[in-house]
């Protein structure tokens, strides 16, 4: 079956640094776009960043560009999220996501049929 684990996440400072890693089993990696998503306590899961099946196109949510970078390694079966300059509100539960629209950058929810059990991201001011 498809797995997906998340790794990385922690207490952090504001300002700080944190690598994500999602590990996929169970699926041809290659050929689904992955994405980051975050919920926060009390909120709705919202979309952080994609990368499509080669890694040549992403996306950002307009709260983490130029902070954020979505890369993948179609070797490893592996999806990465550098988080940089973090703030208090990056505060959430951040899960990775496989698309079988693997051509694309999806940014809906909805467009990613496998998900991780998620990993705990902390920023104390």
């Known amino acids: 079956q498809v797995q997906l684990v998340e790794s990385g996440g922690g207490l952090v400072q504001a300002g700080g640094s944190l690598r994500l890693s999602c590990a996929a089993s169970?699926?041809?990696?290659?050929?689904?776009?992955m994405g980051w998503f975050r919920q926060a306590s009390g909120k709705e899961r919202e979309f952080v960043a994609t990368?499509?099946?080669?890694?040549?196109?992403?996306d950002y949510a307009d709260s983490v560009k130029g902070r954020f970078t979505i890369s993948r390694d179609n070797a490893k079966n592996t999806v990465y999220l550098q988080m940089n300059s973090l703030k208090p509100e990056d505060t959430a539960v951040y899960y990775c996501?496989?698309?079988?629209?693997?051509?694309?950058?999806?940014?809906?929810?909805?467009?990613?049929?496998?998900w991780g059990q998620g990993t705990q991201v902390t920023v104390s001011s």
């Open positions: 996501a496989a698309s079988a629209y693997g051509s694309t950058w999806p940014q809906r929810v909805r467009s990613y049929g496998y």
């Open positions: 990368i499509a099946w080669s890694g040549g196109s992403t």
């Open positions: 169970g699926l041809t990696f290659r050929n689904y776009a």
